[in-house]
């Protein structure tokens, strides 16, 4: 080992002698053996090696562009996967469009909201002759459920179930006096 300065290292790695002090900051350069004295053999080894791993970073194409495209390439075809798969899942059911889940969502509430304010036309009529309260509560709760339930999904059958479970509470209930319910007229739909 015969120790070298620095300009000989720069004209051996074929790089300026400023480039060889950037080089000596960089992790796991050889240390001076002396004063402005290198080994040139390590540091010979050691520039290899930087330079293949600098090479393996930046990706087959030998640049920091060419890392960066594949990357970006990557990027796009995970992206396309992505996308593939979620329509996939779309046709299986599995997803709904946002579109179509609004509007959906929009035309129940809209029903909703026609068939509660239309509830004091329909009911009032029918209840302006009954004098028991718990009658009107019942018929204006069945008339609420059944907006409620279309609005829920549940259908027409949702409301019967609906009914028949009202008309057994309402049996074994008690007006707001205390005295049982269960003898009170049940009203229609």
Same mark, same amino acid.
């Given at each position: 080992?015969?120790?070298?300065?620095?300009?000989?290292?720069?004209?051996?790695?074929?790089?300026?002698?400023?480039?060889?002090?950037?080089?000596?900051?960089?992790?796991?350069f050889?240390?001076?053996?002396?004063?402005?004295e290198?080994? @040139?053999?390590?540091?010979?080894?050691?520039?290899?090696?930087?330079?293949?791993?600098?090479?393996?970073?930046?990706?087959?194409?030998?640049?920091?562009?060419?890392?960066?495209?594949?990357?970006? %390439?990557?990027?796009?075809?995970?992206?396309?996967?992505?996308?593939?798969?979620? +329509?996939?899942?779309?046709?299986?059911g599995?997803?709904? +469009?946002?579109?179509?889940?609004?509007?959906?969502?929009?035309?129940?509430?809209?029903?909703?909201?026609?068939? @509660?304010?239309?509830?004091?036309?329909?009911?009032?009529?029918?209840?302006?002759? %009954?004098?028991?309260?718990a009658?009107?509560?019942?018929?204006?709760?069945?008339?609420?459920?059944?907006?409620l339930i $279309?609005?829920?999904?549940?259908?027409?059958?949702g409301?019967?179930?609906?009914?028949?479970?009202?008309? $057994?509470?309402?049996?074994a209930?008690?007006?707001v006096?205390?005295?049982?319910?269960?003898?009170?007229?049940?009203?229609?739909?």
């Open positions: 080992m015969t120790p070298v300065d620095v300009g000989t290292v720069s004209r051996v790695l074929n790089v300026s002698v400023q480039r060889v002090g950037q080089l000596a900051r960089e992790s796991g050889p240390e001076k053996i002396g004063r402005n290198y080994d @040139l053999n390590k540091i010979t080894l050691w520039y290899i090696r930087h330079l293949q791993a600098e090479l393996k970073r930046r990706g087959p194409a030998g640049t920091a562009d060419g890392a960066s495209m594949t990357a970006e %390439k990557l990027k796009l075809v995970a992206a396309q996967a992505e996308k593939v798969q979620t +329509e996939n899942r779309v046709r299986r599995e997803l709904l +469009e946002l579109e179509a889940v609004r509007d959906g969502v929009t035309k129940m509430l809209a029903n909703c909201r026609q068939r @509660l304010r239309a509830i004091p036309s329909t009911e009032g009529p029918q209840l302006t002759n %009954k004098s028991d309260p009658y009107i509560v019942d018929r204006l709760k069945i008339a609420i459920d059944q907006a $279309e609005l829920s999904g549940g259908g027409y059958e409301v019967q179930d609906l009914v028949a479970d009202d008309e $057994e509470g309402a049996s209930a008690a007006d006096h205390g005295e049982p319910m269960g003898g009170r007229e049940t009203p229609a739909i």
